[in-house]
Each structure stands twice: as C-alpha cells, then as structure tokens.
C-alpha cells in the first residue's frame, strides 16, 4: 500500500483474514506499507476461521514511515485452538513521524508476535499496545523491539494480558538506546491478570 506525499487516508482501511479450507492449510501474506512525507493511514487486520481445520498463518508487515507521517494498525485476531499463527512487522520512522501499534489477541491456539521498531530520525514517537483475552490452553507470546538509533524520539509500550484456566502468556521487551540517542524517553508496562491458579 503506497500512501504518496501529504495524502491523508480519511477512512481505515480494513483487511479481512477468513481461512477456509476443507483440509489443514498454511497461509502466508506480505505487506509492504509506504507513508510518504506528511501522509496519514490507518489499517485494520482482521483474522478469523471459518472451518475447524488445523491453520499455520504467518503474515509479515513491513512500514516506512516518512518525516511528519502518521500511521496507525491494528491487529486483531479472532480464530480457534487449532490455529497457528506467526506475525512479524518491521517498522522504520523518520523524523517527527508518528506509529501507533496494536495487536489484539480474542481467541486463538498458539501466537507469536514479533514487533521490531527503529527510530532512523529525530523527534518521532511511537505507541506499542497489545490485549490478550486467552483461556483453555491457548498461548500467545508478545515480543518488542525497539531501536533507538538518533535522539530526541519517545516510545511507549503498553501490554496487558487476562489468563484463565491453563492459558499461557509471555511477553518481551527489548529497547536499545545508542550511544548518540540523547533524550530518549522510553516507557515500558507489562500487566496481566490470572484467573486461575494454572495459568
């Protein structure tokens, strides 16, 4: 998706996932997302079931966003236990670029997501959130990198889980600070709730 200089994307653009197959199936999907100079997007990923087969789903994102851009996504996954699925989005900002992140996770088997960030210019800001809802003996794994390579940018990690009954949640956050990132501000948070003493 090319989003060209100074454009602003009034409405989200959704994208939904159904897997649907009469046999177990993997599904891979690449997204490459281009914000130009002082353009604004929003997306939405949706990813459901349909049939009760057995899923590997992997999705790769990858975002440039330029100097005064603004992005916002949203992950959000909804399918059943026998569903694998595998995200990785890489993100690059430039200068007083501006990247909310979040990921959703409703019901599921197992669940990796990987986010990995970089700051490539000065006074840009990110916001990484995430929600996991799990029960039974549903996994999800949340892991954060962010880099921050020049000065004067600020991150924000928030990630929440609720857990009950043999559910199984992890969470990873890494930041790197260079040597010549002065004035970095970077928040992290990790909170969760257990409801039953094996989770």
Same mark, same amino acid.
């Given at each position: ?13 959704? #994208?939904? %996932? ?16 281009? #914000? ?14 349909? /049939? /009760? ?13 330029? /100097? ?27 200068? +007083? ?5 979040? #990921? ?8 990796? %997501? ?12 990110? %916001? ?8 039974? *003996?549903?996994?999800?794994? %949340? ?11 600020? +991150?924000?990690?928030?990630? *929440? ?39």
């Amino acid at each position: 998706v090319y989003v060209p200089r100074g454009v602003k994307v009034e409405q989200t653009i959704q #994208v939904i %996932n159904i897997l649907h197959a009469q046999v177990d199936l993997m599904v891979n999907r690449r997204v490459l997302i281009i #914000v130009e100079p002082q353009a604004e997007a929003k997306f939405l990923f949706c990813d459901h079931t349909f /049939d /009760d087969q057995r899923f590997l789903a992997t999705q790769v994102i990858e975002a440039f966003v330029g /100097d005064n851009a603004r992005l916002d996504l949203y992950c959000m996954e909804e399918t059943h236990e026998k569903n694998v699925r595998v995200s990785s989005v890489y993100i690059e900002q430039q200068s +007083s670029s501006r990247v909310n992140h979040n #990921v959703i996770t409703l019901h599921n088997g197992v669940t990796r %997501n990987d986010v990995s960030l970089t700051f490539c210019g000065e006074g840009a800001e990110c %916001n990484l959130s995430g929600c996991v809802i799990a029960d039974k *003996k549903q996994h999800v794994d %949340n892991n954060t990198v962010i880099d921050h390579a020049v000065p004067n940018c600020h +991150s924000n990690e928030l990630y *929440k889980y609720v857990l009950d009954d043999e559910a199984v949640g992890a969470f990873a956050g890494r930041v790197f600070v260079s040597a010549q990132a002065q004035k970095t501000d970077a928040q992290q948070s990790n909170r969760n709730l257990l409801l039953s003493p094996n989770a």
